[in-house]
T-cell receptor, first 116, second 112 residues
Framework: NAGVMQNPRHLVRRRGQEARLRCSPM?????VYWYRQLPEEGLKFMVY????????ESGMPKERFSAEFPKEGPSILRIQQVVRGDSAAYFC??????????????FGPGTRLTVT | GENVEQHPSTLSVQEGDSAVIKCTYS??????FPWYKQELGKRPQLIID?????GEKKDQRIAVTLNKTAKHFSLHITETQPEDSAVYFC???????????FGKGTMLLVSP
């Protein structure tokens, strides 16, 4: 059973370009979470998605950032017109169908975005 | 929203000693508290978690305790080994659907 997959692992973009980060959850998992980790800091929640639905995007900047999890294919985190402050590691995590309360999340290897 | 404080930020111990990392949270609605271990350049790995209806949980050399009244929880590692060296993060979920708020991490260094 493959774990959470993310690609690319490293992404370099110039200021003003677009960054697209992909996440394939673990097999059987239908919930995806995106987190951002700045150097030497903890992870900050950005957005929580189920297939074709954004459930909670309270941690995502209102401008330039968007996320989707289509019926088919990976979840995508899109950053438009990147700025140097967007340089960070972006992790996605997945969890199985929610029952009563929170369930374990398993993280992907992350995408390290560098904006030059 | 939820706020999680974690201490200490760095912790150095000798191999075989115990290590304790402490976290406090602000939202009394939080009911799920996982701990993650992250080695340099790697993904966070879930090592243990506890829910609010339990006061303590053990898994071999690792244990977690939760005090809901005081709103704090702790990670205990006994008989530390050099391979335990990593950054450890605590987290709390007040949402009920796993949107985690993380502490800033503790860098644990175990010297042989």
């Amino acid at each position: 059973n493959a774990g959470v997959m993310q690609n690319p692992r490293h992404l370099v973009r110039r200021r003003g370009q677009e960054a697209r980060l992909r996440c394939s959850p673990m097999k059987g998992h239908s919930h995806v979470y995106w987190y951002r980790q700045l150097p030497e800091e903890g992870l900050k929640f950005m957005v929580y998605l189920q297939k074709e639905n954004i459930i909670d995007e309270s941690g995502m900047p209102k401008e330039r950032f968007s996320a989707e999890f289509p019926k088919e294919g990976p979840s995508i985190l899109r950053i438009q017109q990147v700025v140097r402050g967007d340089s960070a590691a972006y992790f996605c995590a997945s969890s199985p169908q929610q029952g009563q309360g929170a369930t374990e999340q398993y993280f992907g290897p992350g995408t390290r975005l560098t904006v030059t | 929203g939820e706020n999680v404080e974690q201490h200490p930020s760095t912790l150095s111990v000798q191999e075989g000693d115990s290590a304790v990392i402490k976290c406090t949270y602000s939202d009394s609605a939080s009911n799920y508290f996982p701990w993650y271990k992250q080695e340099l350049g790697k993904r966070p790995q879930l090592i243990i978690d506890i829910r609010s209806n339990v006061g303590e949980k053990k898994d071999q050399r690792i244990a977690v305790t939760l005090n809901k009244t005081a709103k704090h929880f702790s990670l205990h590692i006994t008989e530390t080994q050099p391979e335990d060296s990593a950054v450890y993060f605590c987290a709390a979920d007040a949402s009920g659907y796993s949107t985690l708020t993380f502490g800033k991490g503790t860098m644990l260094l175990v010297s042989p």
